[in-house]
């Protein structure tokens, strides 16, 4: 059985708070447990736990569905620096994964760049492991729960599993969010 971790390490929940308050709009949720079981099976439990943690049992889990994916398809677009096309105009890329849905939510981050690249390295520490890379990787269908129609509207949803290499600890992330 996964369990929820809530007492975070003091490192880890100061840097999720430091992000929350800079307008960051992912949900990190962790969990730890030792039981028999496929990869899928297990990133299965995570999913469904993290989903309980959310919006409690208002979700139908026979409509999850998952598969791994690559660390680069779970990463998405590397380069998430805004770019500007005209005066007081800037582009950004589209939300296509982890990274990009870190650093653009709809309302934009607060802070300047090279601090909160810090704390994206930071918070990846925990969260993928070293190498990342070698992570474990589940992307989740976002058509199972309330929890993903925000997101629907137009910013984006997603909701992944990670479980570092060597590890018995899962993260579980959702991004859903609309302007």
Same mark, same amino acid.
């Given at each position: 059985?996964?369990?929820?971790?809530?007492?975070?390490?003091?490192?880890?929940?100061?840097?999720?708070?430091?992000?929350?308050?800079?307008?960051?709009?992912?949900?990190?949720?962790?969990?730890?447990?030792?039981?028999?079981?496929?990869?899928?099976?297990?990133?299965?439990?995570?999913?469904?736990? &993290?989903?309980?943690?959310?919006?409690? %049992?208002?979700? $139908? @889990?026979? /409509?999850? #569905?998952?598969?791994?994916?690559?660390?680069?398809?779970?990463?998405?677009?590397?380069?998430?620096?805004?770019?500007?096309? &005209?005066?007081?105009?800037?582009?950004? %890329?589209?939300? $296509? @994964?982890? /990274?990009? #849905?870190?650093?653009?939510?709809?309302?934009?981050?607060?802070?300047?760049?090279?601090?909160?690249?810090?704390?994206?390295?930071?918070?990846?520490?925990?969260?993928?492991?070293?190498?990342?890379?070698?992570?474990?990787?589940?992307?989740?269908?976002?058509?199972?729960?309330?929890?993903?129609?925000?997101?629907?509207?137009?910013?984006?949803?997603?909701?992944?599993?990670?479980?570092?290499?060597?590890?018995?600890?899962?993260?579980?992330?959702?991004?859903?969010?609309?302007?």
């Amino acid at each position: 059985m996964l369990t929820q971790v809530t007492d975070l390490e003091a490192e880890l929940d100061a840097l999720l708070r430091r992000y929350s308050a800079s307008g960051g709009v992912l949900d990190y949720m962790f969990f730890q447990g030792v039981e028999p079981g496929t990869p899928l099976q297990l990133h299965r439990a995570a999913a469904l736990s &993290g989903m309980a943690i959310l919006v409690g %049992p208002t979700f $139908d @889990g026979s /409509k999850l #569905a998952g598969e791994p994916v690559s660390y680069r398809t779970f990463w998405g677009t590397d380069d998430v620096e805004k770019k500007p096309i &005209g005066q007081n105009a800037w582009s950004i %890329p589209n939300i $296509d @994964g982890y /990274k990009t #849905a870190f650093f653009h939510p709809p309302h934009h981050m607060r802070g300047e760049s090279r601090e909160l690249n810090e704390l994206f390295a930071a918070i990846n520490r925990f969260v993928l492991g070293k190498p990342p890379e070698s992570a474990e990787i589940f992307a989740w269908s976002t058509d199972w729960s309330r929890y993903f129609d925000a997101g629907h509207e137009w910013w984006g949803a997603f909701y992944w599993t990670i479980r570092p290499a060597d590890s018995q600890r899962f993260t579980v992330i959702g991004a859903s969010t609309t302007d």
